[in-house]
Every structure is written in structure tokens, then in C-alpha cells.
């Protein structure tokens, strides 16, 4: 388990992290979303040891950041945003490489580089040059040296930059296989991303945490901003109005007249179609269209953030 408590980092008068506390449990994805500049990296940089924080503290299974950086780092793979790689180097050797610094005993190297290369889908590129792969590939071999030590949490700093759709989806699938096992940590400003990828995801946002839970959590948080829209037929705009304007759970509500037709968009705390849909089986009316805006995880990521640098 990974406690963060009232972390803050300030880089001279700059504020990049304003306080945040998390609790991160065993075995989880965890997407740290946010635009740029948010307080992503930072908070990772501190929790792997190449950053001190300004206050606050981060404890890994019971040990202080701060305190046992070594014993930390073996536990933690990282790979920063610009993967560390030698690009005059052939991947084979490379991972050799990082096998020896890791201390992996020699007899062990070769297993776990056959473990890796499957894992990581470069077994085709082991004896290429670094210099010579696509992007995709290179953050293939940047996860790879990541897992060389087989650690028990894998951060990633926007592992996705860069990268075309295809290349994506490949390492969100690397992501998830390896999420079987880990705990992986990992920041992003793609929202799809996160959202296909996380179990729990937290948004950051000027150095805040503005919201933290499931996508499906945090679209319940949201549930006041339901959408619903359905055109009518044989109705008049004055019965619309009255019958809308009493309808309990609706919040608001736009009646638009087009040509016999009329277009209602209803905004209400919950999904209240069925019962729309009953009432309106009484009367005369003819339901054309009738559907609900699903609210997606980029509306509640910018209305989050937006929010908040209102408040700032």
C-alpha cells in the first residue's frame, strides 16, 4: 500500500503540488489525470526518489520515501517520460545492460529476458539497434528495463506520449497485463486512456486533487448534469411547458419548436426516461426520438478543472 500525506513541492515561488493525499491499495491501475502542468510528474518524481518533496511524506508498505530510498527504489520500476535509453545500442544488449546494474544473478538474466521480451512484444527486436525503432517500440524496451527487477509497483509518466492510435492500444494492453500482477501508476492528459485503462482514476488539477474513484464513480458524481433529448409529435408547446415544469427530478428544461414537431432537451439529477416515457403513453403524442447524452469522462474532467481555476 502507498500513502501520500499532504504532499506539496514548490520550485522557488511556483506551487506544483499543493497538498495531496492518496491511498493507493495493492494490485490497482491508478491514472493520474490532468492537463499539463498539474502536479502529475512531480508526484510521481517524489514518489520513486528522484524528487524531495517541499513537505509531506509518501509511505511505500510501511517505509518512508525519505528515509529508505534505496529499499524503495527496489521495489518501484519507473520509467520517466523520455524513456532512458542508449540508442547506439542493440535492445539485446541494452537490457543486459540494465539486467547487470539491477543486479539480476547471471543465470537468472537470460530467463528474464525471454520473460520480458514476451511481455513487452519486442522478441522481434532484441538484436535491432534502439536508434532504428518506431517510438512504440522504444517505449516497449523503456517498460521492459522498468520490469527488469520484477518490482512490485510500476510508475509510468505519460507512457503514451507521442504515440499514434495503434502504438497506444499496444501499450495499454502491455499496461493491463501487467496490472494482473502490480501496481501500476501511471499519469496522463488522454482522457480515453485512462478511462479504458484504470481501475480507479485520480484527476490533478493546479496541484489538486479534484476528484478520485472508478470512471464509473466518478460519472455518479456527475449525475446532476444528466442529459436527456426527445422529439414530439402532436403536442402543443403550452401542454409541453406545463406538463415538463411539474415533472419531479428535472432540473431544467428547452422546448424548441421544428416545423409539427417539438425538440426537448431536459436536464435532471437522474435518468427519469421511464417515467417520461409512461406519462407520455397516456396522452396523444407521438415520441420520435428519445435518448440520453451519456456523460463521458471528458465532461467531468473539464468541468472539474474548469471549476477549480475559476475558484483560483
Known amino acids: ?23 493507493i491499495n495493492s494490485g490497482q491501475i491508478i491514472g493520474l489525470l490532468g492537463p499539463n ?19 509531506g511524506t509518501i509511505i511505500v508498505q510501511d517505509l518512508d520515501v525519505q528515509e529508505n530510498e534505496l529499499e524503495i527504489k527496489k521495489k518501484i520500476g519507473y520509467l ?18 540494465i539486467a547487470e546494474l539491477r543486479e539480476i544473478p547471471k543465470e537468472n538474466i537470460t530467463n528474464r529476458l525471454k520473460e520480458l521480451s514476451l511481455l513487452c512484444g519486442i522478441n522481434n527486436v532484441m538484436h535491432k539497434s534502439i536508434n532504428s525503432l ?59 486512456e485512462a478511462e479504458a485503462t484504470c481501475d480507479r482514476i485520480v484527476i490533478i488539477n493546479n496541484g489538486n486533487v479534484v476528484a478520485d ?3 464509473e464513480e466518478l460519472k455518479k458524481v456527475m449525475a446532476g448534469d444528466v442529459k436527456i433529448r426527445l422529439t414530439v409529435k402532436n403536442a402543443d408547446e403550452e401542454t409541453l411547458d406545463g406538463f415538463f415544469k411539474n415533472f419531479p427530478n428535472i432540473d431544467s428544461y428547452t ?17 427519469v426516461r421511464e417515467t417520461i416515457y ?32 475559476n475558484e483560483n
Open 80 to 97: 520517466p517520460e523520455s524513456a532512458p535509453l542508449y540508442s547506439d545500442m542493440l535492445v539485446f544488449d541494452y537490457l543486459i545492460y
Open 213 to 215: 474513484g472508478t470512471p
Open 134 to 192: 518506431s517510438k512504440g517500440y522504444k517505449q516497449r524496451v523503456g517498460l521492459a528495463q522498468a520490469m527488469m527487477s520484477d518490482p512490485e509497483i510500476l510508475v509510468l509518466d505519460e507512457p503514451t506520449t507521442g504515440l499514434d492510435p495503434n502504438q497506444i492500444v499496444e501499450i495499454r494492453n502491455i499496461i493491463k497485463e501487467i496490472g494482473k500482477k502490480k501496481t501500476v501508476i501511471f499519469s496522463t492528459h488522454i482522457l480515453s
Open 255 to 271: 422546448i424548441e419548436p421544428e416545423s409539427d414537431l417539438f425538440n426537448v432537451t431536459i436536464y435532471s439529477v437522474e435518468d
Open 37 to 55: 502542468g498539474a502536479g502529475k510528474s512531480s508526484t510521481l518524481r517524489i514518489l520513486t526518489g528522484y524528487l524531495k518533496p517541499t513537505s
Open 1 to 23: 500500500m502507498i500513502e501520500i500525506k499532504d504532499l506539496k513541492k514548490n520550485y522557488g515561488t511556483t506551487e506544483a503540488v499543493k497538498g495531496i493525499n492518496l491511498t
Open 278 to 309: 409512461l406519462e407520455i403513453k397516456k396522452r396523444e403524442w407521438i415520441l420520435i426520438n428519445f435518448s440520453l447524452e451519456v456523460k463521458s469522462l471528458e465532461n467531468i474532467f473539464r468541468k472539474l478543472t474548469k471549476e477549480q481555476d
